[in-house]
């Protein structure tokens, strides 16, 4: 039966990035003015190596860390079976968003100058330290269920020097709503932890109730599952969301009233590791 499973879903996976890249080249590149500006902002290589070669730095020591450590498990995990010990290199191998990916995610914040950052997946605090360095008075609250995962990340973050983030340890059931309550809205939301449909989309509606139109909510991998992506199907028809980016490894949202559209976006970063 897991076998089964875990083939069904390789095979999803392949006909879902080739509909993907199909969609991708027939829809062309014309696009509302506010997404082709955005795009154009996001996905072009212009970040001085001083914003992220030491956060790269800091990446490359903990691929090579081969330090075991106890795992809780939090969310829908991985297709594979979860081991409760885990090596700190696997991890920051496997876990954590790609450097294109960060980059985007910086240029996102910078783009639309957001202050208030929320992250749900701290994990080894790579993601993390990218939205901290935006370098305008943001904060960032990150949100971490396991408790070694945190201490680790703390650790990053002071070799850093990054002081503008708040870690909320536990699970983002309890710990999202208590710091939602505390902010008065939400410019950036990255939504990077427990993969399933029914929490994906429950994390997006406490989100969205606090974004303006000018907030931006970022959804990882919605296409880990066929779950995932309908939940992202879903939730582009939110009625204040306006527009979206899939870039097939994760999906951006605008609430914005000057984008219009649902653009899905080939980049060959998709392959850089
Ligand atoms: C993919 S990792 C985050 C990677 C990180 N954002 C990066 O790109 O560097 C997801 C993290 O979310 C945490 N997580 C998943 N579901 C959670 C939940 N319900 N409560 C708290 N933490 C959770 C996991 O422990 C894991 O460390």
């Given at each position: 039966m897991f076998f089964v499973f875990k083939r069904n879903n390789f095979f999803w996976r392949i006909t879902s990035f080739l509909n993907f890249f199909i969609k991708s080249l027939s829809q062309g590149k014309s696009r509302n003015v506010f997404i082709k500006k955005m795009l154009g902002s996001i996905l072009k290589m212009d970040l001085k190596p001083g914003n992220y070669i030491k956060i790269e730095q800091v990446r490359n020591l903990l691929r090579g860390n081969p330090e075991l450590i106890e795992l809780e498990q939090f969310g829908a995990?991985?297709?594979?079976?979860?081991?409760?010990e885990v090596q700190v290199k696997d991890i920051a191998e496997q876990s954590l968003s790609k450097p294109w990916q960060c980059k985007i995610l910086f240029r996102l914040g910078r783009e639309t100058g957001a202050k208030t950052i929320i992250e749900l997946g701290t994990s080894l605090g790579i993601s993390t330290s990218y939205l901290a360095s935006l370098n305008h008075g943001s904060t960032v609250y990150t949100f971490e269920g396991s408790h070694v995962l945190t201490q680790y990340a703390r650790v990053v973050f002071n070799s850093l020097n990054l002081n503008n983030i708040e870690i909320s340890e536990g699970n983002f059931d309890t710990t999202l709503p208590e710091i939602l309550k505390k902010l008065p809205h939400v410019d950036f939301s990255f939504i990077d932890g427990n993969h399933t449909f029914e929490a994906t989309k429950k994390y997006f509606d406490w989100l969205v109730n606090k974004s303006s139109d000018h907030s931006v909510i970022v959804m990882d991998d919605i296409y880990w599952s066929k779950e995932m992506y309908r939940a992202w199907k879903e939730i582009i028809k939110h009625p204040k969301v306006k527009a979206s980016i899939n870039l097939y490894k994760f999906g951006i949202i605008f609430l914005n009233p000057k984008a219009a559209g649902h653009y899905k976006v080939f980049t060959k970063n998709l392959f850089d590791i």
């Open positions: 995990g991985s297709f594979n079976k979860n081991p409760k």
